[in-house]
């Protein structure tokens, strides 16, 4: 490696930040100064205000504040959040982003970081993504933004990612960007990670391995529900667009899934509705409506029935 000075990376972390997603991010720098014995990336813990900051596995990690920073740029600062994104205010971290991001430097998030660079303003006009379980809560919030399902998301300097072991494929995508595509495969062979995966890659599993049948009409049936979860989907809908009667949908979700699409979708339906009473503050009517629900006490009661509690126990 050439004797360059090392890239300087920033870590932001907000309370409660998931610990594997910031391990997948500083492990790899760790690991790619070891292979090339000399100093490719230093890091700096930032956060809002500094000192000790619990993760999601309750494990604390020391920062400085960011305003020890204010005179001192990074060639890349990455946001590591977890639980409530949506709670986090803090206007001098969004400032410090805007500032790296209007002098050019590379600004990114993992996990759900992504809702701390939207509230930022970063994110307008550029795709991004975020972990799977927080698309259906960054969508409603932000509602202008193109979010994508893929793993990781590098757009005109703006960086976002999954989180997890999508965090390591985006870090060993930039390690790969700014040394060669060998050395990434190095510093991803440390890991027992045999092949970095690319970023148009899925985060979840397909419907297939999910559901585990592949069987092509209930296979299609399945991801119209998924991708319509704002209202209530009609088997006859569903058999028409798919080419088959009615009957035959019925049966094959019968057989497959042990339920009839209406409950079926109903159900994913109400997994979405309890991720948005966690994850946002958005009122239990708006919720109800968003996700095809008209009435709120008959929300209540499908979603009791399901959770075996009203939908206001369930707030994060």
């Known amino acids: 490696m050439s004797e360059a000075p090392a890239r300087q990376v920033g870590i932001v972390l907000v309370p409660g930040f998931a610990l594997a997603s910031f391990a997948m991010v500083i492990e790899p720098l760790r690991v790619a100064n070891r292979l090339a014995g000399s100093r490719l990336y230093d890091w700096s813990l930032l956060s809002a205000e500094g000192g000790d900051i619990a993760s999601s596995a309750g494990i604390d990690l020391a920062t400085r504040p960011i305003a020890e ?18 709670r986090f205010r803090q206007a001098v971290m969004l400032n410090w982003l805007r500032r790296h991001h209007r ?22 006009g550029h795709r991004c993504t975020v972990h799977w379980d927080y698309r259906g809560a ?3 919030l932000y509602p202008a933004l193109e979010i994508s399902d ?9 960086v976002t990612s999954g989180g997890s072991i999508a965090a390591l494929d985006l870090m060993l995508r930039l390690i790969a960007d700014q040394h060669s595509l060998a050395f990434s495969k190095m510093v991803s062979e440390q890991f027992v990670h045999a ?4 970023a148009a890659e899925h985060q979840r599993s397909d419907l297939v391995h999910r559901l585990g049948t592949a069987r092509p009409q209930l296979i299609a049936a399945v991801k119209r ?13 569903l058999a028409r667009d798919l080419g088959i009667s009615q009957r035959q949908l019925e049966r094959q979700f019968r057989r497959q899934l042990g339920r009839t699409p209406v409950a079926y979708h109903r159900e994913l339906r109400l997994d979405q509705a309890r991720r948005l009473l966690s994850q946002t503050a958005l009122p239990v009517t708006e919720i109800a409506l968003s996700c095809g629900f ?4 008959h929300f209540a009661r499908l979603y009791r029935d399901r959770f075996g509690r009203l939908p206001n126990a369930d707030r994060g």
């Open 195 to 198: 092949r970095a995966r690319g």
């Open 225 to 237: 529900m998924e991708e319509t979860l704002d209202r209530a989907l009609s088997p006859a809908e």
């Open 150 to 158: 893929d793993l990781y998301v590098i757009d005109r300097g703006i």
């Open 103 to 124: 002098l050019g430097r590379m600004v990114g998030a993992v996990s759900t970081g992504t809702f701390i660079l939207a509230r930022a303003g970063l994110l307008d």
């Open 138 to 140: 960054l969508a409603e």
């Open 69 to 86: 920073f204010a005179q001192i740029t990074f060639d890349l600062s990455l946001v590591c959040a977890g639980f409530h994104p949506e």
């Open 294 to 297: 008209g009435s709120p006490s």
